[in-house]
C-alpha cells in the first residue's frame, strides 16, 4: 500500500518534527549566506534564476549522459562493413571456413537490438539505485558502465572475440537506460519553475549532439577505416571521465535532499549554489508544501502507480508520448538516407559528409526547441511536431513515389527527410522527458520514470525488430503508417495534454483531477475541503490548512491499492 496512514499521536508528533523543520529551515534561509549572492536590483531584473552553476550542471550531467545515448546509436553506422568483417574472419579463424551469410546477419542484428535490451534493464534498475545514491551519484556510478563499456569494444578487435563488443553494447545500453531516467530527474529538479522547460531540453539537445558526433566521427578521414574503428568506441570514456571529475563538485537535488534524505541544511545550500542567491524562500516554501501534504507517504512501486486512479492519466499520456516518440518514423528516416541521396545524384563517396547535415538539422532544431520552449509551451511544439512530421511524410510518400518521373523530385525527397528531422527536433524529440518529470510529485517520480523508460526501450527495440518487414512489404508506402502514428499522438495530445509551462508539480497533478475523476492526497476543490470540514471535529491549534490538510484530512482522501 503506498498510502500509510499514521496514528493521531504519531501524526501529532509528526507534525511537530515538521515544524521544527520548519523553523530551523527558516533560519537556514535568512543566516546562511552565499558567496556568489547578486545584488539585489539585479537579482529583480532577472526574470529566469540562471546560474553558472546550473548550467555547468546540465552541460557536465548531458555531456557524460544523453550524449554518449545519441553517440551510441550514430556510432555503429560507419564501421558496418569493418565490424562484419571482424566476425567474419574471428569466425573462419574459430571454425575453418567462412561465417554463413545468415548467421552474420543474426549476429549484426544482436550486436545493434542488444543495446535497448540493456537500455531496458538500466532502466528497471533506476529506481534502486536512486533510492540510495540520490540523483547526482546516480550519474557518477553510472559512468563506471560507459568505462566498462568502451574498454570491452575497443579492445574487442586486438583480442579477437567479438563477444566483447556485443557484451560492451549490453552494457552501453545499461548506461543509457540509467542516464535517460535520473538525468531528466537530476535537471527536472535543480531549475526553478521558469526554466524548467529549457533545461530540461538541454537532454535532447546533447542527444542530437552525440548522434552528430558519432556521424563525424565515422567519417574515413578520422575514426572510419578498417584499421582504427575500435577507437570510435573507446571516445566513451571521454564524456564518462569528464562527468566523473566535475560532477562531484556540484550539489545533489534540493528536493531529493528535502524530501527523501531530509537534509534541510543541505536542501538550502544546494538551492542557494544553484540558483545563485541567499534568499530562497520561495522556492523551499515550494517544496516544504508538498513535504506537507506527502509526509505519511512513500515512494510508490511501479504497480501502485499503475494503479493509482489519482495519476491514471498522466500515466496514460506518459505512455503514449513515449511511444509516440519511438514509433513516429524517425528511425525508418535513416534507412532510406543513403537510397534517396544516391537517387539525387550525390557520388557515393560524398554521401556519408551530406548525411552530416541530419545531425547538423538535429542540432540546430533542438537548440531552437529550447530557446523558444518557455515562450510557446510545451503543447504547440508536441502538437505542431508530429503535425508537421505527418505532413512531410505524406510529402515524402508522393515523392518517393513519383522520383523518377522528373530530375528535381529526389532533391524535394531530401528536403522532406530533413523538415521531418526538423519537425522531431524542435518538440516530440526532448519534451516528453520533460514531461515525465513534470507530471508527477517526488513520491512518484521515480516510478513513473521507470514505466517511460520501459515504454521507450520497448518501442525502440520493437521498431528495430518489425521495421525491415514493414518497409519489404509495403516499400516507400510504410511512412504512411508513420503519418498516422504522428496524426494520432497530436489528436490525443490537442484534447488530452495540459500544459505544464511555469506551473508546480501541485498545479499539474490538479490539472488532471477534473479527468482523473480522483483528487491527489494534496490536491481538494473548495467543496470537498468544505464537506470534510463540516464533517470533522475543528482542532484549535493548527497553524494553517495546510497544516489541516496533512494531520487531520489524509485518511479521508486515502486510496486503497491493495
Known amino acids: 500500500m503506498p498510502w500509510q ?32 549572492e547578486l545584488p539585489v536590483g539585479h537579482q529583480l531584473r532577472r ?62 542484428s544482436v550486436t545493434v537490438s542488444i543495446f535497448a535490451i540493456g537500455g531496458l534493464v538500466g532502466t528497471l534498475m533506476v529506481k534502486i539505485i536512486g533510492k540510495f545514491l540520490g540523483r547526482k551519484y546516480t550519474l557518477l556510478v553510472n559512468n563506471g558502465f560507459a568505462v566498462s563499456a568502451a574498454l570491452l569494444m575497443a579492445c574487442s578487435l586486438r583480442a579477437g572475440t567479438f563477444e566483447l563488443l556485443i557484451v560492451g553494447r549490453f552494457i552501453m545500453g545499461v548506461d543509457g537506460g ?44 578520422l575514426l572510419g577505416k578498417e584499421s582504427t574503428w575500435p577507437y570510435l568506441f573507446g571516445v566513451i570514456v571521454v564524456p564518462a571521465l569528464v ?17 527523501e534524505k531530509h537534509d534541510e541544511a543541505g536542501a538550502v545550500k544546494a538551492f542557494q549554489t544553484f540558483l545563485g542567491k541567499a534568499d530562497v524562500s520561495q522556492e523551499l516554501e515550494e517544496v516544504l508544501a508538498e513535504s506537507r501534504v506527502q509526509r505519511n507517504l512513500r515512494l510508490m512501486s511501479v504497480l501502485e502507480l499503475l494503479r493509482a486512479p489519482f495519476v491514471r492519466w498522466q ?35 560524398k554521401i556519408p559528409y551530406i548525411t552530416l547535415s541530419t545531425g547538423g538539422i538535429e542540432t540546430l532544431a533542438a ?16 502538437i505542431g511536431g508530429f503535425g508537421l512530421m505527418a505532413l512531410f511524410f505524406g510529402t515524402l510518400t508522393v515523392t518517393l513515389t513519383l522520383q523518377d518521373q522528373a530530375p528535381w523530385v529526389p532533391y524535394l525527397s531530401i528536403v522532406c527527410i530533413l523538415a521531418i528531422i526538423a519537425s522531431f527536433c524542435s518538440g516530440p524529440g526532448g519534451i516528453p522527458f520533460i514531461l515525465t518529470g513534470e507530471f508527477f510529485q ?79 492526497p494534496e490536491v ?3 467543496s470537498a475541503m468544505a464537506e470534510e470540514k463540516a464533517s470533522s471535529q475543528p482542532e484549535p491549534d493548527l497553524s494553517s490548512t495546510l497544516d489541516s490538510h496533512g494531520q487531520n484530512q489524509v485518511p479521508k482522501c486515502v486510496f486503497s491499492l491493495q
Not at 501524526?11 to 552565499?34: G, P
Not at 531549475?191 to 522547460?197: A, L, V
Not at 531552437?368 to 503543447?379: D, M, P, Q, T, Y
Request: glycine share 6%; charged share 15%; hydrophobic share 45%.
Open 5 to 36: 496512514v499514521q496514528g493521531p499521536g504519531a501524526r501529532k508528533k509528526k507534525k511537530q518534527n515538521m515544524d521544527a523543520r520548519e523553523l530551523t529551515l527558516a533560519s537556514l534561509i535568512h543566516d546562511t549566506s552565499c558567496p556568489g
Open 47 to 108: 526574470k529566469k534564476d540562471w546560474s553558472w552553476s546550473l548550467v555547468v550542471a546540465a552541460l557536465v550531467g548531458a555531456f557524460g549522459s544523453s550524449f554518449l545515448y545519441g553517440y551510441n546509436l550514430s556510432v555503429v553506422n560507419a564501421p558496418t562493413p569493418y565490424i562484419k568483417a571482424f566476425y567474419n574472419e574471428t569466425w573462419y579463424r574459430r571454425h575453418g571456413h567462412p561465417i554463413d551469410p545468415d548467421t552474420l546477419t543474426l549476429l549484426w
Open 442 to 520: 517526488q513520491s512518484e517520480r521515480p516510478a513513473a520514470f521507470i514505466i517511460a523508460g520501459t515504454v521507450n526501450w520497448l518501442a525502440n527495440f520493437a521498431v528495430g525488430l518489425l521495421f525491415p518487414f514493414i518497409q519489404k512489404s509495403l516499400d516507400s508506402y510504410c511512412f504512411l503508417v508513420f503519418a498516422a502514428v504522428c496524426i494520432t499522438g497530436a489528436i490525443y495530445f490537442y484534447f488530452v495534454l495540459p500544459e505544464t509551462k511555469n506551473r508546480t508539480h501541485a498545479e499539474i497533478s490538479q490539472s488532471f483531477a477534473k479527468r482523473n475523476k480522483a483528487y491527489p
Open 367 to 382: 537548440i531552437f526547441s529550447g530557446l523558444v520552449i518557455e515562450r510557446l509551451g510545451r503543447r504547440p511544439l508536441l
Open 524 to 526: 481538494k476543490t473548495d
Open 315 to 349: 500515466v496514460i499520456t506518459v505512455v503514449i508520448t513515449m511511444a509516440s516518440y519511438q514509433l513516429c518514423g524517425l528511425n525508418a528516416i535513416w534507412f532510406y538516407t543513403n537510397s534517396i541521396f544516391s537517387k539525387a545524384g550525390i557520388p557515393q563517396d
Open 178 to 221: 540509467i542516464a535517460l531516467s535520473a538525468l531528466p530527474m537530476y535537471l527536472n529538479e535543480i531549475s526553478p519553475k521558469q526554466i524548467r522547460g529549457s533545461l530540461g531540453q538541454v537532454t535532447a539537445i546533447f542527444i542530437c549532439i552525440g548522434v552528430f558526433v558519432g556521424q563525424l566521427l565515422g567519417l574515413p578521414e
Open 243 to 259: 562527468q566523473l571529475a566535475s560532477l562531484p563538485f556540484l550539489p545533489e537535488s534540493p528536493r531529493y535532499l528535502l524530501l
